[in-house]
């Protein structure tokens, strides 16, 4: 079974537009990543927050954590149409850190 | 930056037929993953090695076996291909204490017949 759901499962905006993505889990974690695949390549690890942290930026990214309402969101500011990927929240369970969960994935295209 | 490397990228099989699947890390990782991705899904863990001589099921292990040769090297095996088995096949990499997140190979695209 699935540990992390994204929401939306698809999303089309503007270039230059903002993109939110959000992951909702169901156990205690140890700590919450994001990845990126393009269209028929692999997935490229983006950020990783823990669980005792509640905001990380990196870059144009920006990823919360809210352990009390087990949800995460991811939020790509000024998006370009390379962006265009699909996005998927990973889960590391607090009894097995180095296993992640994978949801099934926000499809985000950016329309030039 | 070999990275990790997954061969083959693409595999037909027949039903009934075996095959291995390879994949190498270049990075010294300790921990190795292998999962399987099908259509409007996420990615569905089969089998991993959290170190050197050591082999866990995962989510979805029927039907498939593995070998960690060594540090390097994990291979995933198909004994009796079935169609349901038709999917992307994805190796992946950490240092087992998720520092960096994993690192992923491009896949292999397996089609059973």
């Known amino acids: 079974s699935q540990q992390g759901e994204e929401d939306p499962q698809a999303l089309s905006i503007q270039e230059g537009e903002n993109a939110t993505m959000n992951c909702s889990y169901k156990t205690s974690i140890n700590n919450l990543q994001w990845y990126r695949q393009n269209s028929g390549r692999g997935l490229v690890h983006l950020i990783l927050i823990r669980s005792n942290e509640r905001e990380k930026h990196s870059g144009r990214l920006r990823v919360t954590l809210d352990t009390s309402k087990k949800s995460s969101s991811l939020l790509i500011t000024a998006s370009r149409a390379a962006d265009t990927a699909s996005y998927f929240c990973a889960t590391a369970r607090m009894d097995s850190s180095y296993k992640l969960i994978f949801g099934s994935g926000t499809r985000l295209l950016v329309r030039p | 930056n070999a990275g990790v490397t997954q061969t083959p990228k693409f595999q037909v099989l027949k039903t009934g037929q075996s095959m291995t699947l390879q994949c190498a890390q270049d990075m010294n990782h300790n921990s190795m993953y292998w999962y399987r991705q099908d259509p409007g899904m996420g990615l569905r863990l089969i089998y991993y090695?959290?170190?050197?001589?050591?082999?866990d099921k995962g989510e979805v292990p029927n039907g498939y076996n593995v070998s960690r040769l060594n540090k390097r090297e994990f291979s995933l095996r198909l004994e009796s291909a079935a169609p349901s088995q038709t999917s992307v096949y994805f190796c992946?990499?950490?240092?087992?204490?998720?520092?960096?997140?994993?690192?992923f190979g491009s896949g292999t695209r397996l089609t059973v017949v």
């Open positions: 090695s959290a170190s050197e001589g050591t082999t």
């Open positions: 992946a990499s950490s240092y087992g204490d998720l520092v960096g997140g994993y690192t």
